[in-house]
Structures are given as structure tokens and as C-alpha cells.
């Protein structure tokens, strides 16, 4: 194997090491989906998404804990920064609640 191939291999490796270091993640940790300031408006020009109801379900996964239920139950996730088990649970479970069909549907 060439030298720069090598290089590369290690440069990769140092990279992924400093990546999941435990003592250089950020301070904090907190939920990426949130629903802190979750408002709903009706206006008569405002077009809206036809799936407006999904930050009301999530404002309901918060206030009956359901999400720290499925992060203290599963543990699939070594680190949780920034993303906890949950924040995936959930992202896929409301993605079938927006008639998702498909990964690629997420983005939407």
C-alpha cells in the first residue's frame, strides 16, 4: 500500500478516536426535538401542512414522558450527544404518522 493510502487510514482513525472521545463532548447533552415553543395559529391566507397536528402529538410524547421511558428502557445509542435513543424512536414513529413510507421521507 502506498504511503498516502496509509496516511489516510490514519488520519481517518485519529479522527473517528477524537470523534468518540467521551471527555470532548460539549457540555449540556439536551434533546435535539424539542417542543419548547410549539404555537398554533389559523389564518384565512396562511397556507399551512396538512400534518400541523404532529407538534401537538409531540408536545403529548413530552408531558406523558414518554420519551424518557424509551431512552431508559432502550439502549442502543453508546453516546447521546446530540441524539438520544428516543430522538430516532420518535422521528420514525412520526414520519408513519406523516404517511412516510420510506427513510428518504424524513427529509420532507
Given at each position: 500500500?502506498?504511503?498516502?493510502?496509509q496516511?489516510?487510514?490514519?488520519?481517518?482513525?485519529?479522527?473517528?478516536?477524537?470523534?468518540?472521545?467521551?471527555?470532548?463532548?460539549?457540555?449540556?447533552?439536551?434533546?435535539?426535538?424539542?417542543?419548547?415553543?410549539?404555537?398554533?395559529?389559523?389564518?384565512?391566507?396562511?397556507?399551512?401542512?396538512p400534518?400541523?397536528?404532529?407538534?401537538?402529538?409531540?408536545?403529548?410524547?413530552?408531558?406523558?414522558?414518554?420519551?424518557?421511558?424509551?431512552?431508559?428502557?432502550?439502549?442502543?445509542?453508546?453516546?447521546?450527544?446530540?441524539?438520544?435513543?428516543?430522538?430516532?424512536v420518535?422521528?420514525?414513529?412520526?414520519?408513519?404518522?406523516?404517511?412516510?413510507?420510506?427513510?428518504?421521507?424524513?427529509?420532507?
Amino acid at each position: 500500500m502506498s504511503d498516502s493510502i496509509q496516511d489516510g487510514i490514519r488520519a481517518r482513525k485519529r479522527r473517528n478516536e477524537r470523534r468518540l472521545d467521551k471527555r470532548n463532548f460539549p457540555a449540556g447533552g439536551g434533546r435535539v426535538l424539542g417542543a419548547s415553543n410549539v404555537r398554533f395559529e389559523l389564518s384565512g391566507r396562511a397556507v399551512g401542512t396538512p400534518y400541523g397536528g404532529i407538534g401537538l402529538v409531540h408536545r403529548l410524547v413530552g408531558e406523558i414522558g414518554l420519551a424518557e421511558e424509551i431512552d431508559s428502557r432502550l439502549h442502543v445509542l453508546k453516546f447521546h450527544l446530540p441524539y438520544h435513543d428516543s430522538d430516532h424512536v420518535l422521528s420514525l414513529a412520526y414520519n408513519a404518522l406523516c404517511d412516510g413510507t420510506c427513510l428518504e421521507d424524513l427529509e420532507r
